[in-house]
């Protein structure tokens, strides 16, 4: 991972051991790192190569029930995944931090020190064992570096549970011992931020338990949903967090995701990247390029979740199905505008500011995009952007305070006020109490399982605060909706053929649809055809009522989720490896 504080030439080295059975070779004696205070700094430095980079985040939702991209992920193509193509199952991380936790004890380092800097290694095997988990479910528990002939090297998987209750015994640890209480660039792991992490961890285990009844931990959910909670209550409560409201509701919640700098009142960590040092991401050319990426949009089923700014469900409007795209954003939830682009979203190119409507030769669905992206077309050819990247928001903690409580039974009005309540203030909207009815529309397209008003509402807010953070794939693991996935991409109502829209209102026409193409074609119009067919073959993309309707993108590709995917299988080649790692279920 870029990290702008990670331009350090560490004391020793560690060959990339990608297995179980390979040993590090230092370079020089361990003596050198571990009799000073700046010799732990130094190595701990090495473990952020664990936190997500910016790619992960950027990218992490394209799979997800709410995106359409140019093409079907291959883990939920029929026959196209396997444990041949699995990926994840590496190691050599987790052997730096062990090497360091077990060789932390030179008497010459004061014990208040070493404990600080053995919580930095502990709160980073949390955070890669949560992914493991995650990814794999039972994972060999490693507590210790591994010699070639060590008689455990090649022993089998350890328990969910063994392994979570490590995980929380160390983010424990971390709690209690690491003494950094703020760091100014937001680039470092501190207290605050292991409060964090521990209350996400928690909410996932909770929530995983209690949706997963085949793993027979639900009598386990909710003490894992009171840590959580309690987890996010010490963030609230003991540190000067909040939500940024800076340039108002139009504008606060783009500048969290744009900015050259970390807006720490809000962001707790962060990747930075910086154009002095020439450390750059690729959001841009990610979320612009027709060819590069996965030209991932929303589909409208969740557009239509983001609330009307009095607070009421869009879709409690009876004309809302038929609404163009132009009517179906106004007077919307303001983090609408600043996710997607809407009327009055402009680009500068060339110096010269010009309004810039979802573009058809990067959308399928009319939903395009902008959250990530710096308004300049400068960036959006390679990897260019300098924005940080946020990797655990305030506005998260919120949110999983909330969804642990309301999963509880326990929410009050107050926690809403502190928390839902607060979040939809800064989106610009006058009302946001806690609800007593529950939204059908939520009900029936999405979790028609779930009959809380409260927390219904809490997953709509979760889906709308966090878009494109990389969250959603594995909310809905945890909370057993993967089927989710299986949704109809569908984009714009489009009311008729060969009738150009003027998407942004700026009086130009942008977009119109066909069957046939007309014989005199309005200049600077994109024309799409949703003819049946398209060079021979069916196409992709149609409309559903055939003239006219919303459009449907790639549903002549079938995506199919079956409950082995809540996780993934362990790779082939390391069970040839080891055969007593077993595999997981239906793989």
């Given at each position: ?533 398209a060079n021979g073959r069916p196409n992709p993309l149609v409309l559903s009522q055939g003239d006219k309707g919303e459009i449907i993108w ?34």
């Amino acid at each position: 991972m870029k990290r702008i504080f990670i331009v350090f030439i560490i004391a020793f080295s560690f060959s990339a051991c990608e297995k179980l059975d390979q040993a590090p070779r230092s370079t020089v004696g361990k003596e050198a790192v571990f009799e000073s205070e700046n010799g732990l700094a130094l190595y701990s430095n090495s473990f952020y190569d664990i936190l997500p980079t910016a790619s992960d985040i950027l990218r992490g939702d394209a799979m997800s029930d709410y995106i359409a991209r140019k093409e079907v992920p291959d883990f939920i193509r029929p026959g196209a995944y396997g444990p041949r193509q699995s990926t994840g199952w590496n190691w050599s991380e987790l052997r730096n931090i062990n090497y360091f936790i077990e060789n932390n004890n030179n008497s010459s380092v004061p014990e208040e020190t070493r404990n600080h800097y053995m919580g930095i290694a502990r709160f980073f095997r949390a955070w890669f064992y949560f992914d493991k988990v995650k990814r794999f479910g039972d994972v060999p528990w490693i507590g210790k570096t591994f010699d070639v002939n060590d008689p455990e090297l090649f022993n089998g998987r350890d328990s969910r549970e063994l392994v979570m209750d490590s995980v929380l015994r160390d983010l424990d640890f971390a709690i209690k011992h690491i003494q950094t209480t703020n760091d100014g660039t937001r680039s470092m792991i501190t207290l605050p931020v292991a409060y964090a992490f521990k209350s996400r961890v928690c909410l996932f285990e909770g929530t995983f338990r209690k949706y997963h009844a085949s793993y027979n931990l639900a009598s386990t959910a909710d003490e894992w949903l009171t840590r959580s909670a309690d987890a996010a209550k010490a963030v609230m409560q003991d540190f000067s967090f909040s939500l940024h409201t800076g340039g108002g509701s139009s504008q606060a919640y783009r500048q969290l995701f744009t900015s050259k700098s970390p807006i720490t009142n809000e962001v707790l960590l962060a990747n930075i990247y910086d154009d002095e040092l020439a450390l750059y991401h690729d959001a841009n050319w990610y979320w612009t390029s027709a060819t590069y990426g996965d030209r991932a949009n929303f589909t409208r089923s969740f557009i239509n979740t983001y609330l009307n700014l009095d607070g009421t469900p869009f879709t409690s409007n009876p004309q809302y199905e038929t609404m163009v795209f132009s009517e179906e954003v106004k007077n919307r939830d303001a983090r609408l505008s600043q996710t997607i682009r809407t009327k009055g979203y402009t680009r500068i190119n060339g110096g010269n500011v010009v309004a810039s409507p979802p573009e058809f030769s990067y959308t399928y669905t009319g939903y395009q995009p902008i959250k990530w992206t710096l308004d300049d077309t400068f960036y959006d050819s390679g990897s260019r952007n300098d924005n940080i990247i946020p990797v655990i928001r305030y506005a998260e903690v919120l949110l999983n305070y909330a969804e642990a409580k309301a999963e509880l039974g326990t929410l009050t009005d107050l926690d809403w006020a502190q928390t839902i309540g607060a979040l939809r203030q800064r989106a610009g909207m006058t009302n946001s109490t806690m609800p007593a009815a529950a939204d059908p529309y939520l009900q029936r397209e999405f979790f028609p399982e779930i009959s809380k008003p409260a927390l219904l509402e809490v997953r709509r807010e979760r889906g709308i605060e966090l878009a494109l953070e990389g969250f959603r794939f594995y909310d809905l693991v945890r909370w057993n909706k993967g089927k989710l996935l299986e949704k109809a991409w569908n984009g714009m109502y489009v009311p008729g053929l060969n009738i150009p829209l003027d998407l942004n209102e700026d009086g130009v026409l942008d977009v119109a649809f066909y069957k046939s193409m007309p014989g005199t074609p309005v200049a600077g119009v994109t024309y799409i055809n949703v003819s049946d067919n398209a060079n021979g073959r069916p196409n992709p993309l149609v409309l559903s009522q055939g003239d006219k309707g919303e459009i449907i993108w790639l549903n002549t590709i079938p995506r199919i989720w079956e409950d082995k995917f809540y996780l993934y299988p362990i790779p082939e080649s390391e069970r040839l490896i080891n055969p007593a790692l077993g595999q997981n279920p239906g793989w």
